[in-house]
Nanobody
Framework: QVQLVESGGGSVQAGGSLRLSCAAS????????MGWFRQAPGKEREGVAT????????YYADSVKGRFTIFKDNAKNTLYLQLNSLKPEDNAMYYC??????????????????WGQGTQVTVSS
């Protein structure tokens, strides 16, 4: 069983930055696929970024490439998402997800066995 707890959300103006954290209850060395997803009101959940440690690979949605960075600190058992140059369209609840034994780890994947409770990001114009 893996428990995930997100933090770091908040309200910022357009152009601002936030860093989201996702603390895992187990050693993240053993979680080969982790990712960030978001859901805006009235919209479906979408993949933002994933990190596949088996292949040292990261994947990003086109809408966030060059602005967001996903990274993992195994010493702290924490996954991060650095959000820069935020836009109003980034408004959403952001969720962390994890799969210790993935077959794939792309942002198109929506089924993960473990999810956090979410943290809200609000960007004002």
């Amino acid at each position: 069983q893996v428990q995930l707890v997100e933090s770091g959300g908040g309200s910022v103006q357009a152009g601002g930055s936030l860093r989201l954290s996702c603390a895992a209850s187990v050693n993240t060395v053993n979680i080969r696929c982790m990712g960030w997803f978001r859901q805006a009101p009235g919209k479906e959940r979408e993949g933002v970024a994933t990190i596949y440690s088996s292949f040292d690979a990261t994947y990003y949605a086109d809408s966030v490439k060059g602005r967001f960075t996903i990274f993992k600190d195994n010493a702290k058992n924490t996954l991060y998402l650095q959000l820069n140059s935020l836009k109003p369209e980034d408004n959403a609840m952001y969720y962390c997800a994890a799969d210790p034994w993935p077959n794939t780890c792309t942002i198109q994947r929506t089924a993960f066995p473990y999810w956090g409770q979410g943290t809200q990001v609000t960007v004002s114009s």
